[in-house]
């Protein structure tokens, strides 16, 4: 399927590359197809993907994988939430986090308290709450990004 982005311009993706959201995700209850996309310079090293909409194309929220910016990162959630994406296991589990990056960059942050889980197995993908207040909303990356880089 043929797709015009915002981000990186007109790009085919495979149908089996689609994820769907059954429920939307956050604040976009409509947009139910996706596929993660990241820069192809950076392979799968990538820290920084894009989950983009089929349904907005102008839509691509940028996501990471928690573990990058806090290793302990661990929440706990009810299955009954999960139902929704099928049979997860640790193979075919991805959990993403979003990332907000403001002008001043500075002040780039994830939210750990809406994590999006993706079965990669069945493409399904939803995205829950988790009560947990050790889980802010807005979660400072920008020195742990900068200390990972240096240290790399």
Known sequence: MKIKTRIFGE?????????????????????????LLHDEDQGDEAGIRFLQSFDEPAFAMPVMEPL????????????????????????NLIVLVTVTVPSDLTKMSVNLQGPIIINAEEKKGCQLIVENSDYPVK?????ILQSRKGGE
């Open 139 to 143: 979660f400072p990356i920008y020195d």
């Open 11 to 35: 790009i085919e993706i495979a149908d089996e590359k689609i994820i769907t959201f059954e429920n939307g995700i956050i604040g976009f209850p409509d947009l139910k197809r996706f596929a």
């Open 68 to 91: 990058i910016v806090k290793p302990d990162y661990d929440p706990e959630v009810e299955d009954e939430l999960l139902a929704c994406v099928g049979n997860l296991t640790q193979d």
